[in-house]
Antibody, heavy 122, light 110 residues
Framework: QVQLVQSGAEVKKPGASVRVSCKASGYTFTSYEINWVRQATGQGLEWMGWMEPNTGNTAYAEDFRGRVTMTRSTSTATAYLELSNLRSDDTAVYFC???????????????WGKGTTVTVSS | QSVLTQPPSASGTPGQRVTISCSGSSSNIGGNTVSWYQQLPETAPKLLIYMNNQRPSGVPDRFSGSKSDTSASLAISGLQSEDEADYYCATWDDSLKGVVFGGGTKLTVL
């Protein structure tokens, strides 16, 4: 079955970087974008950006530009999210999600990983 | 402050029909289709509705979606206790060039 399996929880100090992985299975990895969405405790969903596994092209939400990098390994069908210069308000659950839809008009996130908790604390 | 506006809470009794609204603008809902996600406590979001009114396989037909101009709605009929969850609307925003979400609606089954 189609699934996205994420890496385990991370604890980081302010100013550090974190890398979260998302391994895809059950479908052709290079055929769908991987989106990253985060959720702080008790808060709503916040889109961070996406990565096209086929080309490596990325698009980042304005709030994260300069601090976020999304990459992939096509050989292992794994997407990566790296967030640098961490702050306490980056403490959140980070989800990867597969993008579906022929173009932006139809875009939706049809498969989600279970989430990775990132805690930023001194 | 979310780009899409949802009521923070909604409630209903078992068997009742409830609706959750989602308001946007011409750059997002007005020009693109809307999806809805259900997030049960301590779990990842799950796609509930896409392309305004389409249900993925396995989603009961008690859930339905609609869109008009710059607003969308999620309706849940025959409310059940297991429907108690947070619900989010989302769409593409042509100005921001990204996915935007509503702030979420917490549904309580009384």
């Amino acid at each position: 079955q189609v699934q996205l399996v994420q890496s385990g929880a991370e604890v980081k100090k302010p100013g550090a970087s974190v890398r979260v992985s998302c391994k895809a299975s059950g479908y052709t990895f290079t055929s769908y974008e991987i989106n990253w969405v985060r959720q702080a405790t008790g808060q709503g969903l916040e889109w961070m950006g996406w990565m096209e596994p086929n080309t490596g092209n990325t698009a980042y939400a304005e709030d994260f530009r300069g601090r976020v990098t999304m990459t992939r390994s096509t050989s292992t069908a794994t997407a990566y999210l790296e967030l640098s210069n961490l702050r306490s308000d980056d403490t959140a659950v980070y989800f990867c999600a597969r993008g579906a839809g022929a173009d932006y008009f139809y875009y939706h996130l049809d498969v989600w990983g279970k989430g990775t908790t990132v805690t930023v604390s001194s | 402050q979310s780009v899409l506006t949802q009521p923070p809470s909604a409630s209903g009794t078992p068997g009742q029909r409830v609706t959750i609204s989602c308001s946007g603008s011409s750059s997002n809902i007005g020009g693109n289709t809307v999806s809805w996600y259900q997030q049960l406590p301590e779990t990842a979001p799950k796609l509930l509705i896409y392309m305004n009114n389409q249900r993925p396989s396995g989603v009961p037909d008690r859930f339905s979606g609609s869109k008009s101009d710059t607003s969308a709605s999620l309706a849940i009929s025959g409310l059940q206790s297991e429907d108690e969850a947070d619900y989010y609307c989302a769409t593409w925003d042509d100005s921001l060039k990204g996915v935007v979400f509503g702030g979420g609606t917490k549904l309580t089954v009384l």
